[in-house]
């Protein structure tokens, strides 16, 4: 996929498109330094990073303004996010490397996003509107991570791949999910848990 192909089918207008293409760029050139996203994937920026990420937009509830992207690594989804228009965006990754990079990007990008370089357990901050991960740890863990971080209204957006019905599954045994299931717009087996609530206990049949 090309920067113009995904402009096209994300109907993103062109100033989007110039924090993008600055964010691209960054990031080819610090992936030399540092393991940012797998390296087979970096030739499918477009389709397998930005692509994925940018889908999210559109499950976004009107009005929502606090967003935190939990385990941001190279800044998927949360950057992406951040230069759609999410209005206020806190990244959290704890590896320092990976926190300097989402910084210098975000700068690069023109952002006002904040970067905690800490672990989620000791993140504090206000509660969010939105909360998303993508590819950090099994929706079991989410959500325990999710819990403290959350207010009444909080939507989760977790993309997830083929295992989403299994990791459903397992964490439906100690939480109480009121969920619905997206399809991926970049792989027919992938799909988005977005969740409107949950609580501990165990799922009814």
């Given at each position: 996929m090309t920067?113009?192909?995904?402009?096209?089918?994300?109907?993103?207008a062109?100033?989007?498109m110039?924090?993008?293409?600055?964010?691209?760029?960054?990031?080819a050139?610090?992936?030399?330094?540092?393991?940012?996203?797998?390296?087979k994937?970096?030739?499918?920026?477009?389709q397998?990073?930005?692509?994925?990420?940018?889908?999210?937009w559109s499950?976004a509830?009107?009005?929502?303004?606090?967003?935190?992207?939990?385990?941001?690594?190279?800044?998927?989804?949360?950057?992406?996010?951040?230069a759609?228009?999410?209005p206020?965006?806190t990244l959290?990754?704890?590896?320092?490397?990976?926190?300097?990079?989402?910084?210098e990007?975000?700068?690069a990008?023109g952002?006002?996003?904040?970067?905690?370089?800490?672990?989620i357990?000791k993140?504090v901050v206000?509660?969010?509107?939105i909360?998303?991960?993508r590819a950090?740890?099994?929706?079991?863990?989410?959500l325990?991570?999710a819990?403290?971080?959350?207010?009444?209204?909080?939507?989760?957006?977790?993309?997830k791949?083929?295992?989403?019905?299994?990791?459903?599954?397992e964490?439906?045994?100690?939480?109480?999910?009121?969920?619905?299931?997206?399809p991926?717009?970049?792989?027919?087996?992938?799909r988005?848990?977005?969740i409107?609530?949950?609580?501990?206990?165990k799922?009814s049949?």
């Open positions: 920067p113009e192909q995904f402009q096209r089918q994300m109907g993103a062109e100033a989007v110039e924090r993008l293409r600055i964010y691209a760029d960054l990031l050139k610090w992936q030399a330094k540092i393991n940012l996203v797998g390296p994937t970096l030739p499918e920026l477009w397998r990073h930005m692509l994925d990420s940018a889908q999210l499950l509830p009107t009005g929502a303004r606090c967003w935190i992207d939990l385990g941001s690594g190279a800044g998927f989804p949360g950057l992406v996010l951040a759609f228009g999410a206020d965006m959290v990754e704890s590896d320092s490397r990976k926190a300097t990079f989402l910084r990007a975000a700068r990008m952002l006002a996003v904040q970067v905690q370089s800490v672990r357990e993140l206000p509660p969010a509107d909360i998303t991960a950090l740890a099994p929706l079991t863990q989410l325990e991570y819990s403290c971080l959350r207010k009444e209204g909080t939507v989760c957006l977790f993309p791949g083929q295992d989403v019905e299994k990791e459903l599954t964490a439906t045994k100690s939480w109480k999910i009121d969920y619905r299931l997206v991926s717009i970049t792989d027919a087996a992938a988005i848990i977005q409107e609530a949950f609580q501990h206990g799922q049949p």
